[in-house]
């Protein structure tokens, strides 16, 4: 009987549990009436199996440790005797460890100590010290009150007798501190919505120039091109290949003062009269022979720049100490060069630990925006002089699949040009 009664404990405590609130409460008071089954092993006088009834009283310390006291009454006798009636109680006090004590199943664990007494009808009363450990279950029907089943072993000490008991009880709780329940949130999660007005693959909340026609080549910001920088986008610019630096018409074309078909910056003669033949230089021949053609010559120009690139730790938008000086020269470049404004670039690897496309984005922003406010504060440049755009995984420069290649995609980086007069 022993063995199939710890057989069905044992697989009670192993029954998947699903998750309840807190049930075994810290500081709460418990009281527990209970009715079982009580076997006598050894030779211990030859008493038979009966029936025990008691009560359990104890304190939860925590919700994994408590104590309890015990008392129960045993009524049996003794085999093929006359007279044999037996009075038995026990008495004594255990330990309890719950495991789980946060579901609605708890089991638990129980040693004790306590003592034994004997009183056999026309007999001298007996008192045995015992020991005992067992196991148990609580199910909780409510926060106060759950079902209770209990086996222990009880060894009576100074004799090699083995008992065992077996009881079933309701568990009454009171006072305790509850456990708050974390209130989940079942707002769905916005939808971000990326809107591009004009088409041109760049969302309006980073398209500097919205209103692009659709089907012209943008940059980075949804500006249409201009690749000879004068101001006129490549799709309206019909001299798209105008030198640097100089001035020109709503076509994009160099100015041409006097209309003689040589534009002024080499237009040795830029007063040549309408209509009169010019040379490649704009000169007409009597302009030769009237007067020393003087030259000018435009000043020579070029093109300085300076990079920055900055690594950031996995999930991380905050600066580096190593690289404060590779940012102070950016702040002195742009503190020599007044003309010149600044787009700080943010990006990521492509690593994705909340399966939200738009986390990755919002972090290259950050790391853009570290680097922008750094320049602001640090080196009061004009806040605005300088852009900041996030992009997120979209451009790397290394291969996401190595720990170095995530780690240079990690990155925040700007050029930043200025052309210089000789």
Known sequence: MKKIVM??????????????????????FSVTPFIGGYVFEGNEYDLKTTYTVGLRAGYNITQNLGMEGYFNYI????????????????????????????????????????????????????????????????????????LRADVRHILPLNDQYNDLLVSFGINFAFGGKKVALAKVDETPAPVEVIVDSDKDGVPDNFDKCPNTPFGVSVDKDGCPLDSDHDGVPDYLDKCSDT??????????????????????????????????????????????????????????????????????DTAKAVIKKKYHDEIKKVADFMKAHPETNAVIEGHTDNVDRHNDPSRNI?????????????????????????????????????????????????????????????
Not at 289 to 311: G, R, Y
Not at 378 to 386: L, Q, T, Y
Not at 416 to 421: D, G, L, M, Q, R
Request: with cysteine; charged share 25%.
């Open 7 to 28: 057989l069905i404990v044992l697989v009670m405590l192993t029954v998947v549990v699903t998750a309840a609130r807190a049930e075994v409460r810290a500081g709460s």
């Open 75 to 146: 009524p049996t006798e003794v085999k093929d005797a006359v007279d044999a009636d037996v009075k038995i109680y026990g008495y004594g006090i255990e330990g309890l460890y719950h495991f789980m004590p946060e579901k609605r199943f708890v089991p638990f664990l129980a040693v004790g100590f306590g003592g034994i007494r004997y009183n056999p009808s026309g007999h001298d009363e007996m008192n045995k010290y015992s020991v005992d450990y067992g196991a148990g279950l609580k199910f909780f029907l409510t926060d106060d009150i759950a």
């Open 243 to 312: 030198p640097a630096g100089l001035a020109v018409d709503k076509d994009g074309c160099s100015l041409d003062s006097d209309h003689d078909g040589v534009p002024d910056f080499l237009d040795k003669c830029p007063n040549t009269p309408a209509g009169a033949a010019v040379d490649k230089d704009g000169c007409s021949s009597e302009q030769k022979q009237e007067a020393k053609v003087v030259v000018t010559e435009p000043p020579l120009q070029e093109k300085v720049s300076i990079a920055l690139n900055v690594e950031f």
């Open 362 to 422: 919002k972090l290259s922003q950050a790391r853009a925006d570290s680097i922008r406010q750094y320049l602001i504060d640090k080196f009061e440049i004009n806040a605005s002089r300088i852009t900041a755009v996030g992009y997120g995984p979209s451009k790397p420069i290394a291969s996401n699949d190595t720990e170095e290649g995530r780690k240079k995609n990690r990155r925040v980086q700007a050029v930043i040009e200025a052309v210089k007069t000789k």
